[in-house]
């Protein structure tokens, strides 16, 4: 009877896991969802309206610049500067949310945008091996492992203290990797705790990579050394039905 009753409590167990896998995974694919529109309405509304602004602006300058006094049109050439300046904030804004090359190109064009992106705005310079002939694999999967990549580098941004980083991807018939390494402090041991409990809300941080990375069937592995840096590993079965395109999809 014990051992029936302990046997039940353990299938128990782990269909509440099983279940909460699902609805972590569910919400990380809403929360994705709603930065693709995000994205899209800043891209294509508000774009498109500091676009308006802009050639508004240019318009008044061209035509009755010979009219102002110079206070007036200094005060408009600024008015047209800053409106260019938030008009590429947005852009980057946006991209950084869902980048397009993710959906047009695939993952390793993504990838390759991004990390050029980052070196440009941390000064951090990131060695690139990403082949160009990266498997393409469902949207979910992609957008997934892109995560992985960004919250990667945002941890090394802010906590690695790094000269550098690096980004691999490799694929074989099998199986997708991923590599994000940086070279810096690395994770102290006595902060690994306070480190862990810190995460609070899923999708931010080591729970969230995890947890998307769980859902594609595939495993990440984060290694750290003190003062030789941290190296995230991520490794995705291309045979997932939640990784593969389906072969008439594909064609």
Not at 215 to 238: A, D, F, K, M
């Amino acid at each position: 009877m014990n051992a029936k009753a302990s046997s039940a409590r353990g299938r128990s167990r782990e269909s509440k896991e099983e279940s909460l896998r699902q609805l972590s995974a569910r919400l990380l694919q809403l929360q994705d969802e709603e930065r693709r529109k995000m994205a899209r309405n800043l891209h294509d509304v508000t774009g498109q309206k500091l676009a308006f602004q802009c050639m508004a602006l240019s318009g008044i300058l061209a035509k009755h610049s010979g009219a102002m006094d110079p206070e007036t049109q200094r005060s408009l050439s600024e008015s047209l500067l800053l409106n260019k300046e938030i008009s590429d904030e947005i852009r980057t804004l946006s991209y950084l949310l869902h980048p397009p090359l993710l959906d047009e190109l695939g993952l390793a064009s993504a990838v390759r945008w991004y990390a050029t992106g980052f070196a440009k705005r941390t000064g951090i310079p990131v060695d690139l091996d990403v082949p160009p002939d990266v498997t393409r694999l469902l949207p979910d999967a992609e957008v997934a492992i892109f995560r992985v990549l960004q919250e990667s580098l945002t941890n090394v941004h802010r906590y690695a203290n790094t000269s550098r980083a690096r980004v691999r991807i490799q694929t074989t018939a099998h199986e997708l990797m991923l590599e994000i390494e940086d070279f810096g402090k690395g994770i102290q041991p006595a902060n690994t705790e306070s480190t862990r409990e810190s995460i609070e809300s899923l999708g931010i941080g080591i729970q969230g990579m995890t947890e998307r990375i769980r859902h594609l069937g595939g495993c990440l592995e984060i290694t750290s050394n003190v003062n030789r840096g941290t190296l995230v590993s991520v490794t995705v079965p291309l045979s997932s039905p939640a990784v593969a395109v389906p072969p008439l999809a594909a064609l």
